[in-house]
């Protein structure tokens, strides 16, 4: 237990930072210890919600990472936290009211600080556009795993052999996608249409291209020699991925508070949680003993793809959206426990 702490030193550090910064955020806003007790609590449900909803996101990463070089382990550590919380947690945020109010970022930030509300305003009339591009990517990245010839184990195996069995049709999963878009582009206003089917190819291509750069960057001679170079297209490919989770836990955090610095933190914390779960996954090599685990995870990952799509047509409790994840992995992990306990008594 002690060894599984030490993963977490971290973010116990910087929980405890965080909520201090919370509550005196809260002060300073309200003025009152009433303020200062709600952004207390409002920014413990915010990392909690982060965790409920990227803990599939770590199984997949750990999945990616445990093939990296040992410094690209540690810069996706340090480099990949302050592209996660700041990058996604801040910049993103900034970047979609920026773009929608036609705006410089520094009047995003202005605007933020002084009307959240309208902030938060902007943000949500974004909502299909980010389905759009977070649920095409993440689909991708869950049928590519179950559609592949090299995989060896299945855990619903009536399915999955079939998928996997279909891996010589070229372009199944490109064509499986566009098949959902086109279902669920019809369902929406002509307007939003155009919007998610434009959303929806951005996220397609940035996969394809994100696949392609990984493969041409960690498959050349320069990147297995040289170790500065390599792991960089692993690196970049973690990074859209991360941000690909990160989407409906950004916009979910503005039903809960107006406050852009308060979901900064409170997201931030859970992001610290995400990255030592994965370093932990990695270290202790819990794929390995776990045998279903990483299928657990990316069901989720479909689940949470085809989640993000709905969300375009009606809103879906992000509570939900992390009981299902959450659902899908202790099913999986039931599973496996239930495997080693039959390969010892078997």
């Known amino acids: 237990m002690a060894g599984a702490l030490w ?37 413990a449900v915010l990392a909690v919600l982060e965790i409920s909803l990227s803990f599939d996101n770590a199984i997949v990463n750990a999945n990616k990472l445990k093939d990296m070089s040992p410094v690209w382990q540690q810069r996706f550590l340090t480099w990949g936290i302050l592209i996660a919380v700041f990058g996604m947690r801040i910049v993103f945020p900034l970047a979609i009211v920026a773009i929608a109010a036609q705006i410089g970022p520094f009047a995003a930030i202005h605007l933020a600080a002084t009307e959240p509300a309208e902030y938060a305003r902007l943000i949500g009339e974004a909502h299909v556009s980010i389905s759009a591009f977070g649920g095409t990517f993440l689909m991708m990245v869950g049928l590519t795993y179950f559609i592949d010839e090299s995989k060896k184990v299945d855990w619903f195996c009536a399915l999955e052999c079939r998928l996997r069995q279909c891996a010589s049709l070229r372009g199944l999963q ?32 940035t996969f ?33 991925l991360d941000a690909s989770f990160s989407f409906d836990g950004v916009i979910g955090a503005f039903a809960l508070t107006q406050n852009l610095f308060l979901v900064a933190i409170g997201l931030g914390i859970g992001a610290m949680y ?32 085809v989640i993000m799509f709905a969300q375009s047509l009606f809103h879906i409790p992000e509570i939900v959206t ?22 010892v008594t078997g």
């Open 208 to 240: 394809i291209a994100v696949d392609l750069l990984g493969h041409a960057l960690d498959s050349s001679q320069e990147a297995r020699d040289v170790a500065r170079v390599g792991g960089l297209g692993a690196f970049m490919y973690l990074e859209v």
């Open 7 to 43: 993963f977490f030193r971290w973010p116990f550090l910087v929980t405890v930072l965080g909520l201090i910064l919370a509550s005196w955020l809260g002060w300073h806003t309200t003025g009152t210890g009433a303020g200062a007790t709600t952004f207390f609590l409002i920014c």
């Open 174 to 205: 490109v064509g499986l996608v566009l098949v959902l878009v086109m279902v669920f582009a019809s369902c929406l206003p002509k307007q939003d249409a155009t919007t998610f089917l434009f959303s929806s190819l951005l996220g397609l291509l």
């Open 322 to 343: 992390g009981a299902l994840g959450a659902g899908l992995i202790g099913a999986s992990l039931y599973s496996s426990i239930r495997y080693n306990k039959h390969l």
């Open 274 to 305: 995400v990255r030592s779960m994965t370093i932990m996954l990695v270290k202790r090599k819990a794929l390995a003993q776990f045998r279903y685990l990483e299928h657990g995870a990316f069901y989720s990952i479909l689940a949470l793809s």
